[in-house]
């Protein structure tokens, strides 16, 4: 089992920045890929960004490419995602997630946190 919880969520002015982090706990997170995703109320889950076990490879949506910038920290157990350039159309509640195997299909994921709300203010 692997607990995720998500922080760093809020409300931001267009433009601006924020740092979400996603801890984990219980099996070796170092052993799963991760994701971040958001949802926006009625529409469906999109899937963000990818980062393999060891931080070596990314990938990103065309929404966020350039914008935003996953990362993680095996020693630390934790999960980022840097973004900036805000804008409106970023607000939703983000989720992290991990996978024992990459994909980029959501269904195939193991574990999710909890989300946290990231609201853009024009």
């Known amino acids: 089992q692997v607990q995720l919880v998500e922080s760093g969520g809020g409300l931001v002015q267009a433009g601006g920045s924020l740092r979400l982090s996603c801890a984990a706990s219980g099996q070796t997170f170092s052993s799963y890929a991760m994701y971040w995703l958001r949802q926006v109320p009625g529409k469906v889950r999109e899937l963000l960004a990818t980062i393999n076990w060891s931080g070596t490879s990314t990938a990103y949506a065309g929404a966020v490419r350039g914008r935003f910038t996953i990362s993680r920290d095996n020693a630390k157990n934790t999960l980022y995602l840097q973004m900036n350039s805000l804008k409106p159309d970023d607000t939703a509640v983000y989720y992290c997630?991990?996978?024992?195997?990459?994909?980029?299909?959501?269904?195939?994921?193991?574990?999710w946190g909890q989300g946290t709300q990231v609201t853009v203010s024009s």
């Open positions: 997630a991990a996978g024992s195997t990459y994909s980029t299909s959501s269904q195939n994921y193991d574990y």
